[in-house]
């Protein structure tokens, strides 16, 4: 299992102050690289399945825009269409509410058409337990982080196991 590297992001926007996590990528797989790797092991030739994954997500696509939840892989992901719309109260300078919103008030011209997905649950759990994350700084350099549960440190941190102090995972 790879390590997944992350940095800490400050964030200062809209009068308050935090912190976050930004997982860094280890890179991006073209669709012929996947369907190479699917194929290892297998009697499927990369063609074929790139032909018949091309042809499911065709079918897919057309499915999500007729608003269908559609899934992708058994118990993986499903996708499904989005609507991003709100509406607030107006208020005025005082603070007190000039017109209240209404349900009236949300219509699609006012939101934004979003493509959503979600994660199947038990596929959530098992990546929060198999991974593996390291964090680094700006450079990309690992930070040792401290082990609160007994005061000592660990180069490790996260979901999938740690190892001991001054052990390094490969």
């Known amino acids: 299992m790879a390590k997944v590297k992350y940095y800490a ?20 797989l073209t ?9 290892e092991n297998t009697s499927i030739e990369p063609s074929i399945m790139r032909a018949a994954v091309t042809e499911y997500m065709k079918v897919v696509k057309r499915n999500v825009l007729k608003g269908f939840r559609v899934p992708v892989g058994d118990q993986f992901i499903t996708v499904y269409p989005n609507l991003n719309c709100s509406v607030k109260d107006t208020k005025n300078q005082d603070g007190t509410v000039k017109e209240a919103a209404t349900a009236k ?27 593996s994350w390291q964090k680094v ?10 082990d609160i549960t007994d005061g000592g ?5 996260g979901g999938g196991g740690t190892n001991p102090p001054g052990e390094l995972e490969e």
Not at 9 to 28: D, F, I, Q
Not at 31 to 39: K, R, T, Y
Not at 105 to 131: D, W, Y
Not at 153 to 157: F, K, L, T
Request: net charge negative; glycine share 10%.
């Open 9 to 28: 992001k400050e964030n200062t926007k809209l009068g308050t102050h935090s912190w976050y996590a930004v997982p860094v990528p280890n890179g991006t």
């Open 137 to 146: 700084d700006e450079t990309g350099a690992a930070v040792e982080e401290e």
């Open 105 to 131: 008030m949300v219509t699609a011209s006012k939101g934004k058409s979003r493509l959503g997905a979600s994660v199947a649950i038990n596929f959530s759990k098992q990546f929060a337990m198999e991974v």
């Open 153 to 157: 440190s660990e180069s490790g941190g």
């Open 31 to 39: 669709f012929e690289e996947l369907c190479q790797e699917a194929c």
